[in-house]
């Protein structure tokens, strides 16, 4: 049996549903439904609904996951009541949220303020697109696919700085300029972790990357660039120790002060769908993606979708340990996180692309007999 | 960025209350401060003067809403000297007793709302779960979890009901246990003292100069604690230690302020031992009528009934949760005092804002103020 | 000072582990049963939660006996209240009015406490002055209304709270003890009975004079030869005769 794709089932649906039409519509519309540019056209855009649904679905169960772990880290049961244990609670949220006025303040920019938010999520959920899933479950094979939801994903510091300046308010602004900085602070940390894990892997598909992981999950060797990715992705993500753009304490809600109703919700479904990436990130590049290791007995990685469920494990037990760092840390200051990324971090990274680089070497060595897969 | 003024408040998350720091910042550093209080001002001190001795007490509640039975406390210590009024031994204990149960459920709001301003979000909840216990206890015997109107001239409202010691006693075991993961989730934290050591600074000298008191003063290294120094209600037969810190920085208040939590568990533990060993009457017999009527019955308003007081001044000092606090009445003979004046704690090392913010960053402002322990209440009356 | 390093007391070697140790101890006690109580469905004063101390290691749930002490709307026994207006007299709110209620006799009516929670502080003076423990404090806090004019409650409502039987406080109130008295200015007196008529208790009893016999010229007082005599005993300080007296010859003080 072929292993499922997403486009795949997408595919069948389509085909199989306008067949039926063609045998049922009169002969000028026959011939158009049973015409194979449509066909494709309407999968492709049937595979989106369903990943960006999915894909959204997942988010709302990750806030879901939050609010419950958070309230058991401190002694109290988080939503209960809409819902099984309050799993619609999000729901009820978002449709309060959805029935608010959404208003501007008188001298915030219209088009900053109002394009801010949605570019916001226009760039975090173009990520669910990039990353693969499972095998087949992803928008195609991109050979850069790592490059391209790096920059995607670092997109949204200008957007929070847009929306921070165009509020025409004082904490926003400062939260925005603390977005800013912090950027330049933790993408450069990234970026040199990753390029360890490109090095071990010798490509930049995700999808390669992850089946480079086979035998071997990459925390182990890049153990160091793993803790420089998770500080990196914390500061991305604005979560608790380096989520001083929105330091509740100083700043009343930092960038997003001004902003309420539908476009607060789309800024709080973004940041949770930039946390779910931010750990398919993690789990994709170090933690061996949708494979698992071969002392798992069969008949749990075997069954169909067994990729993407055990993705979603990973997944979960990462943010898992986001919630846990949240519950028990303390905030950092803006001058000590500048500090630790450019004196700790970036050091810390560039120490772990030279062990890639000693194990690339290491699996050279005729006693494990392999060929290195990165050229040269 | 140039330099700018924001207001931090009446609305704000750092504030703990109603009251504006204004803040005129370059970047991220603070170059000046200014705080404005008077946002809850409710005239306490001028309705004092048309109510009863007692019925004051209600307001004093509602003067520091986190430290009520304190301000009870002091006002009736005052009330008491304007009225010639001697409560008998077992009110004096059960009064110590309830302000240092209110020493304890104020310091654990404070550390709550101290957490919360650092970013810590967990321990927030702790402090409140563990608060609620002693409330719990406050409204086994008193009735009221906020608002206590448990203290009366000459004495207190009622005795501790049975099984209160035992109770009691539990709490305290938790609360000793509790204590040690306060600080290993602060003070054994690495983010924590990158955050607040060295921050908000006042040495010994400038708080004695500027009026600070309470653990602020302490955690300067200032071993005055007026529960030693001026003891009032049984203080001076209870064995305790005063809590200081030589940092005087944040992390030194908040050493100062744990140990104080542990030193109140101990006081507890003496009071509730005298207590148990010590049965008696709670309220004085020859006190001035207390209920009764200071207002005319209906359809005959402006029919004043008069009693007569001995004429006296009352003049009260205590160690508050924040701070010393202090109480004059004047008793002119009237059903009412004549003049009420207060001194809050807070305001005094409140405006001092100004000699501990300017110079660190936006960031410091909240676990600098946080480390104050603002009482909104008490600071406009 | 602004600038400033770590001071040695923070502990490189442990960083950040015994915050993230203990955090993680605390989700494995409130894993199963987290502190807290699900209000609408249970509450701190269901029998559950009741009668043993309930701090168990892990479970800091509350402390027992809490409820019966709880000073919440208020309870009125409308058959034992004698109309005294103590309570009224004692609300430093004034939030108690005495209203009318049925049953009473047409020309002297009896009047029974009505609270308007808007403005009630639930300080429980009121239930401590009440002499006959006929206004007394429940544990019912749920006061929530649409309508303002729901806030008061009238003495018809109060009773119906007393009807509930909810859990009383064990706790009693002491008073002090050498109160005041009721004491008369005679030669003011003029007998006219008022003080007797509206006596909540009916201590006040009207005593003849004898009537003196004018010397020489002067002129008697235009009175009735009677004059009020209070039984202490019975007495319950509300102050009512003193009020009610035209000639304002009552007044508190001390029997020597």
Known sequence: MAPLSLYGVANTLVSTLLLHLAAVLPAPLSTLASNSGLITALSVLLFGAILLGASLLNTILLIWFERKMLGRFMDRRGAMHVGYAGLLQNFADGLKLFRKHTFKPRDADGLGFFSAPTAYMVTSIVMFGILPISTGWNSGSLPLSLLLALVVFSFAPLFIFLGAWSSANKYSLIGGMRSAAQMIAYEVPILLAVVAVILLSGSFDLSTIVAEQRNYWFWGPLFLALLVFVAGMLAEMERIPFDLPEAEAELVEGWNTEYGGMLFAFFMLADYARALVGSYLIVLLFLGGWTMPGWVPAPLTNFPLAGILWFQVKTYLVFGVFIWVRASLPRVRTDQLLRVGWMRMIPLALLSIVLAALVVLAKCLPVFGCVPSVGG | ?381 | MAESEPTPSSNPVLWVAKPLVTAARQFGKSLFRPSTIVYPFERLEDPKFRGAVRVAPGKPIGVGQVWDNYRGVHALNIDTCISCNLCAFSCPDLCIDMVTVPGGDPRHPKKCPQIDYGKCSYCGFCSDACPEGCLTMTTRYELSVSKRADMIYSPERLREVFNAKLPMSPIRVERPKNEDAILLDAPLCIGCNACARDCPTKCITMVDLPKPVPKGGEKLPKRIWKEPVVNDSDCVRCGTCISVCPKECLFWGTHR
């Open chain 2, 1 to 381: 960025m140039s330099e700018m003024w924001i207001n931090m408040g009446p609305q704000h998350p750092m504030t703990h209350g109603l009251w504006n720091l204004r803040v005129k910042i370059d970047g991220e550093i603070v170059l000046d401060v200014d705080p404005e209080m008077g946002y809850l001002h409710r005239g306490i001190e001028k309705i004092s003067e048309d109510r009863h001795y007692n019925e004051i007490i209600t307001l004093m509640d509602r003067t520091c809403y986190v430290a009520g039975i304190a301000w009870e406390h002091l006002f009736i210590l005052a009330a008491e000297q304007a009225l010639h009024v001697e409560p008998p031994e077992r009110a004096l204990w059960i009064r110590m007793l309830s302000e240092e149960f209110q020493r304890v459920a104020s310091h654990l709001m404070w550390y709550a709302a101290f957490v919360q301003d650092i970013g810590l979000m967990s321990p927030f909840l702790y402090g409140m779960r563990d608060r609620d216990l002693v409330l719990d206890l406050f409204q086994s015997y008193t009735g009221g979890r906020l608002t206590y109107e448990y203290m009366r001239v000459g004495g207190v409202r009622n005795d501790l009901p049975p099984g209160f010691a035992e109770q009691a006693r539990k709490v305290c075991d938790w609360l000793l246990d509790r204590f040690v993961e306060y600080d290993r989730l602060c003070s054994g934290s690495d983010i924590f003292h990158r955050r607040c050591d060295d921050l908000g600074v006042v040495k010994a000298q400038d708080c004695i100069r500027l009026g600070i008191t309470g653990p602020m003063l302490r955690s300067a290294g200032v071993p005055r604690d007026l529960r030693k120094d001026r003891p009032y209600a049984a203080y001076d037969r209870v064995d305790f230690d005063v809590a200081t810190a030589e940092t005087a920085d944040v992390t030194g208040r908040y050493v100062v302020r744990m140990e104080e939590l542990r030193q109140s568990v101990r006081i507890i533990r003496q009071a509730l031992d005298w207590l148990d060993k010590n049965p008696g009457p709670v309220m004085a017999d020859n006190v001035p009528r207390w209920m009764g009527a200071p207002y005319a019955p209906v359809g005959r308003e402006g029919y004043l009934l008069k009693r007569e007081y001995p004429k006296g001044v009352g003049f009260s000092a205590i160690e508050e949760p924040h701070g010393e606090a202090l109480a004059y009445v004047v008793n002119e003979g009237g059903e009412h005092p004549y003049r009420v004046k207060l001194k809050s704690p807070v305001f005094v090392n409140l405006s001092a804002a100004r000699h501990y913010l300017v110079g660190y960053r936006v960031a410091d402002i909240p676990p600098i103020m946080g480390s104050v322990d603002i009482c909104v209440g008490e600071v406009d009356r």
